[in-house]
């Protein structure tokens, strides 16, 4: 099993500013076509994907978070962070890290850290 484990969610203004931090027990594979990436989910929504990044650096995010959330992996790629600015209410969810080492294998979860963004 991959531990996944993810820090830094909180309670935030709107406008305010959150770093997400997750840190994965094994790394993602570039020829497996890994990747690292947040999904959230909140109350009576389903999941949805936020950003991703692979072994390779491509990124990719959701169009409701783009010039917004910033995603980043280190040279390990074993961890990945999210920089949240210009946080919206409607970016109140609880935050999920997904690792996918490679294609054919599962995807594993983090426990999920909160963000709730509210005046």
């Known amino acids: 099993q991959v531990q996944v484990v993810e820090s830094g969610g909180g309670l935030v203004q709107p406008g305010g500013s959150l770093r997400l931090s997750c840190a994965a027990s094994?790394?993602?594979?570039?020829?497996?076509?890994?990747?690292m990436g947040w999904y959230r989910q909140a109350p009576g929504k389903q999941r949805e994907l936020v950003a991703t990044v692979t072994s390779g650096g491509n990124i990719n995010y959701v169009d409701s978070v783009k010039g917004r959330f910033t995603i980043s992996i280190n040279n390990a790629k074993d961890t990945v962070h999210l920089q949240m600015n210009s946080l919206k209410p409607e970016d109140t969810a609880v935050y999920y890290c997904?690792?996918?080492?490679?294609?054919?294998?599962?995807?594993?979860w983090g426990q999920g850290t909160q963000v709730t963004v509210s005046s």
């Open positions: 094994a790394k993602i594979s570039n020829s497996g076509n890994g990747y």
């Open positions: 997904n690792i996918k080492r490679f294609s054919g294998e599962r995807a594993y």
